[in-house]
């Protein structure tokens, strides 16, 4: 299998802090791969994901050493770049499901802002149907797109933030402790979920977690932070 996502001797530092908050991280994640970074809580994960992202700079961070994607390199490509591959090639279900929404909308109405953004050309028909099957994707019932994120249960909400997630079909999803919070019925019910749509999308995964358990048995190889 090929690479997809390279990371060698990453190290960040808050501009606060008179230490790394993570130190030289190398991995490398293969495409239709899930690779768990492991780590207990306050290591730096969810630092990881962020630079992953291209938001450490906003959030007082600096990053040195290279993430690379599509020959890419993540750690010092511009806002410009940014705007081609976030969301539409790498997408993230936050630590916290409602940081994925904006409090004064639907379910339905955060969906059309995206793809108001990323597909303007859509006509209203097909943002209905696309609506739909994100919904069956992720098992909810359409009722739900006209929910607002507090009038949704933790492990709706996560589904919903996975359908968000999902929506531009991403090459890699990052989760960051998808399923912290949830009671295991439930967690085990995300699980299947994310284990068909990587089936489904032949998606590549990274999934952080503090959890061993869940990494050994969702996950093809771990890292430890």
């Known amino acids: 299998m090929s690479t997809i996502l390279s990371v060698q001797n990453l190290s960040i530092q808050y501009k606060n802090q008179s230490c790394c908050s993570v130190n030289s991280l190398s991995f490398d994640l293969k495409k239709g791969e899930t690779l768990c970074l492991h780590g207990n809580s306050g290591c730096g994960k969810s630092t990881v994901v ?17 993430i690379m994607y599509e020959g890419l390199d993540l750690v010092t490509c511009t806002e410009k770049q940014w705007r081609e591959i976030r969301w539409k090639k790498l997408a993230l279900v936050p630590q916290s499901s409602m940081n994925s929404f904006n409090p004064i909308y639907t379910i339905g109405k955060t969906l059309d802002e995206m793809y108001r953004i990323h597909m303007p050309n859509l006509s209203k028909q097909e943002k ?37 997630a999902i929506m531009l079909s991403p090459e890699l999803l990052i989760l960051d402790e998808a399923t912290t919070g949830l009671d295991v019925i439930v967690e085990a019910d995300i699980l299947k979920t994310l284990m068909e749509i990587r089936e489904r999308e032949h998606t590549s995964i990274l999934f952080i977690s503090h959890d061993h358990r869940i990494a050994k048995a969702f996950c093809d190889r771990q890292v430890n932070l």
Not at 51 to 58: E, H, K, N, Q
């Open 128 to 164: 209905k149907e696309r609506k739909l099957q994100l919904m069956s994707m992720v098992h909810l019932e359409e009722r739900v797109l006209n929910c607002y994120p507090h009038e949704l249960s933790g492990g709706m909400r996560q589904r919903a933030a996975i359908a968000v």
């Open 50 to 66: 962020w630079t992953i992202m291209g938001r450490i700079r906003s959030m007082g961070g600096i990053a040195s050493g290279n």
